[in-house]
């Protein structure tokens, strides 16, 4: 697979390699594509979609892991909207660092929930907020919604 790089140190990587850690942020465990919560969101129930493959880019993985990856994104957005009411999304995908990607080897699907009156797309997917819901009451409300 070209463009695979060493998987050690990738968040991602580490992310399912702990998935049953207490810690752990992931929401769902698909077939191809795993949910996860970013850890430094811009939003409460700010969340990302990868495939398990440690991969650089989506060119690089067969199309059903790509329509898996749609799926979440669908499936997130419903779940997004029960427990969290926004008024709209941004979705998006940094490819490269001159993107913005802060983890360039493994790419992954940004899924930021929004509402009415918040600053524009180029900054959430540039900066992190602090903010104050738990991960914990975040990952019991969406789990169930997957
Ligand atoms: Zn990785």
């Not at 990302?48 to 329509?67: F, G, R, T």
């Not at 999304?89 to 993107?99: P, R, T």
């Not at 104050?132 to 019991?140: A, H, N, Q, Y």
Request: charged residues 20%; aromatic residues 8%.
């Amino acid at each position: 697979m070209t463009g695979a790089t060493q998987k050690g140190g990738c968040v991602f990587c580490l992310a399912i390699e702990n998935a049953d850690h207490p810690d752990s942020l992931i929401v769902h465990q698909a077939r191809h594509n795993f949910v996860l919560l970013n850890r430094y969101p811009y939003n409460n129930g700010h969340i990302m979609i990868a495939p398990y493959k440690h991969v650089s880019s989506p060119v690089e993985v067969e199309p059903e892991i790509l329509e898996e990856m749609m799926v979440l994104f669908q499936r997130g957005i419903q779940a997004l909207r029960t427990a969290y009411k926004p008024d709209g999304f941004n979705m998006g995908m940094n490819l490269g660092k001159c993107a913005g990607a802060g983890i360039e080897e493994h790419y992954h699907l940004h899924v930021v929930p929004r509402w009415n009156g918040v600053t524009s797309f180029m900054s959430t997917l540039a900066e992190t907020r602090v903010i104050p819901e738990d991960f914990s009451v975040t990952l019991s409300k969406l789990k169930p919604l997957f």
